[in-house]
């Protein structure tokens, strides 16, 4: 005879995931219920399947139930700490459901915590039409504007500020980076809400900026920040205040006397002098050429420098410090051709069709020459066979061999032709002997 199996008891264990036992049902749906009622301050009556989805007798799918109602009943909690009102599940909230945003707390967990939604939130809000509501964000947010401008989210939400807002709101703004100009401007998040105003306020407010930024030039024209912000004070068109792009002028020209050189050396200074040199008045840009027409040879070998050189090659058309750059070069080839960075000027010159009877001709009959001269001796190779086994001379007669004329390529080849021994003792130079 069979005997009855007896029903094995549940184990409850420490952990309170394992806490459930036969009257679970009853215990899960009075907890929810009070939980729930607690949070909404019995706004709204309570479904017992939004508690029990699937309940079941079942020990693993009631464990399951609870866990995601205790998470949905925290992510409420959460977002009511947050200062919003919480989701309705499917059912329209109702004007006695809503909760009134704390912009307070919003902006409090943007400083504080780096909170991103939170200031996604406040940018969101700054788009509605509700005059009242604005003015509130605004207070909320003018009692931290310093922290916004230089936090890593806040200074998204000062930028929404500047595109959105009529002037009458962001005077504040506008009075806050003007007194902290230096440190708003040298920070990594700071230049970007600077930028912004400087593109988004009216002409006057500009000005206004623009004139506390003048009294710190020299403290933020290098800096590896501020000189975006610079850069977009150059690009400002004066119709209302044309006196400021003289004051900007004699500014930088007191400033930067002397120092051109220094400026253009150094890679902020390399892009500030390209920018003044495209937007600024003539006669900054002729006193800038003039002092450094003086140092050619030091911008050519120079890894910042030599960007100025190519970008006053591409786009001025001043004969004078053109013809002082290509002899400058034309008078040591081998050198400037074997040089890291004056070989990319050369290269950028082979590229220009309206240089060959000022540079590339005298340059080829430079480095195919063999005439003994003041630094060649007599019976010496050409240049260009130096240059072919070098790392750097090797991409100017690659590039000869590639893109000259017909017969720049036939000067070239047959010199290589002639020392291909040579040639082919280094990997640069099997690589001309490739091409050939």
């Known amino acids: 005879m069979v005997s009855a199996v007896e029903p094995v008891p549940v184990r409850v264990s420490d952990r309170s995931d394992d806490l459930i036992s036969e009257p679970s049902s009853f215990v899960f749906r009075s907890l929810s219920k009070e939980i729930y ?13 939004y508690f029990c989805p699937n309940l079941d ?3 693993h799918h009631e464990m399951a ?15 009511l700490s947050q200062g919003g009102s919480t989701p309705s599940r499917g059912r329209p909230i109702s004007r006695f459901q809503e909760t009134s945003i704390n912009f307070d707390a919003l902006v409090d967990r943007i400083v504080k915590k780096d909170d991103q939604y939170a200031s996604y939130q406040l940018q969101q809000k700054l788009e509605c039409r509700n005059k009242q509501e604005l003015v509130e964000i605004m207070e909320s947010i003018q009692r931290c504007s310093l922290e916004l401008m230089v936090n890593r989210f806040g200074n998204f939400l000062i930028q929404k500020c500047f595109e959105v807002l ?22 990594a998040f700071g230049c970007h809400v600077v930028q912004k105003a400087l593109e988004m306020i009216q002409e006057g407010h500009k000005k206004f900026l623009v004139e506390y930024l003048l009294e710190h030039l020299e403290s933020t024209l290098l800096d590896c920040a501020a000189e975006h912000v610079w850069k977009r004070v150059f690009e400002i068109k004066w119709a209302i205040h044309p006196e400021m792009e003289e004051a900007i002028t004699a500014k930088l020209s007191s400033t930067l006397q002397s120092r051109w050189l220094q400026v253009a050396t150094t890679p902020r200074g390399s892009l500030i002098v390209q920018n003044i040199l495209t937007n600024l008045s003539p006669t900054i840009q002729k006193t800038c050429l003039k002092e450094l027409e003086r140092d050619i040879p030091t911008l050519l070998t120079d890894r910042s420098g030599n960007w100025v050189i190519q970008f006053i090659l591409q786009h001025f058309e001043t004969s004078e410090i053109h013809q002082t750059i290509f002899q400058t070069i034309l008078d040591n080839s081998q050198l400037y051709s074997t040089q890291m960075y004056s070989s990319k000027v050369i290269q950028k010159c082979l590229k220009a069709e ?6 590339i001709d005298p340059y080829i009959d430079a480095i195919c020459s063999t005439k003994p001269s003041k630094r060649r001796k007599p019976g010496a190779k050409p240049v260009v066979i130096e240059l072919a086994v070098d790392i750097y001379g090797s991409g100017i007669v690659r590039k000869i061999l590639v893109e000259g004329s017909v017969d720049e390529k036939s000067r070239v080849n047959g010199l290589l032709q002639e020392h291909m021994e040579t040639v082919c003792t280094t990997k640069w130079g099997s690589k001309c002997a490739a091409i050939l």
């Open 57 to 59: 007798t079942d020990l």
């Open 65 to 79: 139930a609870l866990k995601k109602a205790l998470k949905q009943i925290s992510e409420k909690l959460e977002c």
């Open 37 to 49: 009622n607690t949070v909404h301050n019995n706004q709204e009556p309570v479904e017992e399947e």
């Open 354 to 359: 309206r240089f060959k009877s000022t540079f």
């Open 166 to 187: 009529e002037n009458s709101l962001i005077e504040g703004l506008i009075i806050t980076i003007a007194r902290n100009i230096v440190q708003v401007s040298t920070d």
